[in-house]
């Protein structure tokens, strides 16, 4: 098989396994055009840090060619897993990074809104009977003229501990806002609320 009939069959996986991740996640909430415009954030975050490179100090001379290889490789792997998608996802999503796309809030304006995410998390939490949220602190940037934030959350279902580290934000309330919404998406994501 070819290097460009491989390239032609990952670049639709992908394509196919992002819209699966983004329709699973908040099938209820989102419209097609939100889910469409999600996709295509992931393709073009994906498309960014290719052209940027692992690291800041390496700069990609031919991105095109790298994003090439990694769509045929996902085409390799595709047809190497007898066409599951799960699998594929498994192996991909954190290549693909799509966890730090920003989902709309209630498929509204199409908003990245997560504030308020802390309430819902604690009313979620009290609701099923469930160990109220824990925050910790994962770490603090201290830049020329602010910092930055970044908290964890836990929370204690029956027997097991569900944990989601939060992005990077510029007060504390953010950073644990943003926790409680990833902690949120993902318990969405495991069927679990």
């Not at 997560?114 to 819902?120: F, K, R, S």
Request: net charge negative; proline share 2%.
């Amino acid at each position: 098989m070819s290097y460009e009939r491989l390239k032609f069959f990952g670049d639709a996986a992908l394509g196919l396994a992002v819209a699966s991740h983004f329709f699973r996640l908040e099938q209820q909430k989102l419209t097609p055009g939100q889910l469409t415009d999600l996709r295509k954030d992931s393709v073009k975050k994906y498309e960014e840090e290719v052209k940027q490179g692992d690291d800041q100090n390496i700069t990609v001379t031919y991105p095109g060619i790298l994003a090439d290889i990694v769509e045929s490789l996902a085409g390799a792997v595709y047809l190497d897993v007898n066409f599951n998608l799960t699998k594929l996802w498994m192996i991909f999503k954190d290549i693909l990074e799509v966890d730090k796309i920003m989902l709309p809030k209630d498929g509204g304006d199409g908003s990245s809104e997560i504030t308020g995410a802390q309430n819902e998390l604690y009313g979620l939490c009290g609701k099923r009977k469930w160990e109220n949220p824990v925050y910790s602190e994962v770490k603090v940037n201290r830049l020329k003229h602010e910092k930055k934030y970044v908290y964890s959350v836990e929370i204690g279902i029956a027997d097991r501990v569900f944990s989601e580290e939060g992005d990077e934000k510029s007060s504390v309330k953010d950073a644990k806002n943003s926790a409680a919404y990833l902690m949120i998406r993902s318990l969405r994501y495991k069927n679990l609320i």
